[in-house]
């Protein structure tokens, strides 16, 4: 199974940017897809952030012109970069991606999540 892990939280000031990784493990041969949530206290977990094979990326409202998402597969990695950070983008947040296998085998997979923490 491929396992994913997340880095690059912390906390930082309302305006300041942090970005996300989420790293897919050897084994992977090509990530297709890779989607961000979050999950604040008291809240369920939210989509925020899709990008796919084709370059296409999807955004809730709420993190458009703000929020990036990529994938550069040759190192494996997908990214989360977040500017201009409000405090209510305060939350977990956890990536999920599915692609294939080096043994052509189908994968999707969830990080285990990363803490953000905005202050104002």
């Known amino acids: 199974q491929v396992q994913l892990v997340e880095s690059g939280g912390g906390s930082v000031q309302a305006g300041g940017s942090l970005r996300l990784s989420c790293a897919a493990s050897g084994s992977t041969f090509f990530i297709n897809r890779m989607a961000w949530y979050r999950q604040a206290p008291g809240k369920e977990r939210e989509w925020i952030a899709t990008?796919?094979?084709?370059?296409?990326?999807d955004y809730v409202d709420s993190v458009k012109g703000r929020f990036s998402a990529s994938v550069d597969n040759a190192k494996k990695i997908g990214y989360l970069q977040m500017n201009s950070l409000k405090p209510e983008d305060t939350a977990v947040y956890s990536c999920n991606a599915d692609g294939r296998t080096v043994w052509g085998r189908d994968f999707s997979s969830w990080g285990q999540g990363t803490q953000v923490t905005v202050s104002s």
């Open positions: 990008f796919s094979g084709s370059r296409n990326t």
